[in-house]
């Protein structure tokens, strides 16, 4: 699909003003039905009302095998540490993420396109589908940092043009989450209220945001005003299965100062009928690798 790109109206300010303000969001959350996936009704509906759904066993255990195998190979590699796609913890220099896998990484590319993994996406969505962001996480053992309480399309919308929430991001676990090692938290139902961050986007903010969340973090008040609403699920679960979950869910993880990794593919999708714009609250576009201008269809 040729890249496009327009001006419209913001639906979902942020970032423009101290006015922080909650938003109700627009459109529905679930754009397909149970006769359009492998999802049946009642998922739809759970995701409808909570903003995620799990996955037991999503791979099988060779599958995995080859999925960890790729991650190590990933992670020693020094042509890919050395790339700006690679996000490097600053006070460990531990590798935190490898951005845009499903291009660079025959492996991950494969489980990206799965249809296991697309008609997933597709049938929430409502369309097909692009993959707009991916990465393989690394939480290691006694240095894997925090991710602060954010809504990815807070960001995205912000910084990539992304115009509506209608993208929903998969997680697929390549080791045990565990209460204790830093697994995803979610504050079910939040999906359905935007948070107007305060503060201007800093130039080439992603620099610095891949490592910490900073622009584009809901205030303390809100979030706390959130927990008490919503409360927070934790979401444990074993290698091979996976999470997906709503763009706009409020979410974080803890760091990890156990000696058990915590380790994820994460792929995000996006609807081709909800392609990039001009950036809503930034100077300039992210790079690729951090927001996807190649929209032609997944799978």
Same mark, same amino acid.
């Given at each position: 699909m040729t890249e496009t790109f327009r001006r419209q109206s913001d639906q979902y300010p942020t970032r423009t003003d101290d006015d922080v303000r909650v938003i109700d969001r627009q459109g529905p959350? /679930?754009?397909?039905?149970?006769?359009?996936?492998?999802?049946?009704?009642?998922?739809?509906?759970g995701f409808d009302a909570n903003g995620y759904l799990t996955i037991d066993q999503l791979v099988g255990d060779d599958e995995l095998q080859e999925l960890r195998a790729e991650l190590r190979r990933l992670s020693e590699d020094p042509v890919v540490r050395a790339d700006e796609?690679? $996000?490097?913890?600053?006070? %460990?220099?531990?590798?935190? &993420?490898?951005?845009?896998?499903?291009?660079?990484?025959?492996?991950?590319?494969?489980?990206? +396109?799965?249809? #296991?993994? /697309?008609?997933?996406? #597709?049938?929430?969505?409502? %369309?097909?589908?692009?993959? +707009?962001? &991916?990465?393989? =996480?690394?939480?290691?053992?006694?240095?894997?940092?925090? @991710?602060?309480? +954010? &809504?990815? @399309?807070?960001?995205?919308?912000?910084?990539?043009?992304?115009?509506?929430?209608?993208?929903?991001?998969?997680?697929?676990?390549?080791?045990? =989450? +565990?209460? @204790?090692?830093?697994?995803?938290?979610?504050?079910?139902?939040t999906h359905r209220k935007y948070v107007s961050c305060d503060g201007a986007t800093p130039?080439?903010?992603?620099?610095? &945001?891949? $490592?910490?969340?900073?622009?584009?973090?809901?205030?303390?008040?809100?979030?706390? #005003?959130?927990?008490?609403?919503?409360? $927070?699920? /934790?979401?444990?679960?074993?290698?091979?299965?996976?999470?997906?979950?709503?763009? =706009?869910?409020?979410h974080a993880s803890n760091g990890n100062v156990t000696p058990f990794a915590r380790s994820n593919v994460f792929i995000v999708f996006n609807s081709v009928e909800n392609t990039l714009v001009e950036p809503f609250a930034a100077a300039g576009r992210r790079p690729d690798f951090a927001g996807s201008r190649d929209f032609t269809p997944a799978g």
């Open positions: 959350v /679930v754009w397909g039905g149970p006769e359009d996936g492998p999802l049946d009704a009642a998922t739809l509906a796609a690679t $996000i490097v913890e600053a006070s %460990s220099q531990e590798v935190r &993420s490898v951005f845009d896998i499903h291009r660079t990484s025959e492996v991950f590319q494969k489980i990206a +396109h799965d249809p #296991r993994v /697309v008609g997933r996406a #597709r049938q929430i969505l409502g %369309s097909d589908v692009y993959i +707009h962001q &991916s990465r393989v =996480n690394f939480k290691p053992g006694f240095e894997g940092k925090e @991710f602060a309480w +954010h &809504s990815d @399309f807070e960001t995205w919308h912000a910084e990539d043009g992304m115009p509506a929430p209608r993208a929903v991001s998969i997680s697929i676990s390549l080791t045990d =989450n +565990h209460s @204790f090692n830093g697994p995803l938290m979610i504050m079910p139902g130039e080439a903010n992603y620099k610095k &945001s891949l $490592i910490m969340q900073g622009a584009g973090v809901p205030d303390k008040e809100t979030l706390t #005003r959130f927990a008490d609403e919503h409360g $927070i699920d /934790v979401l444990e679960g074993k290698a091979g299965g996976a999470i997906m979950f709503d763009s =706009n869910c409020m």
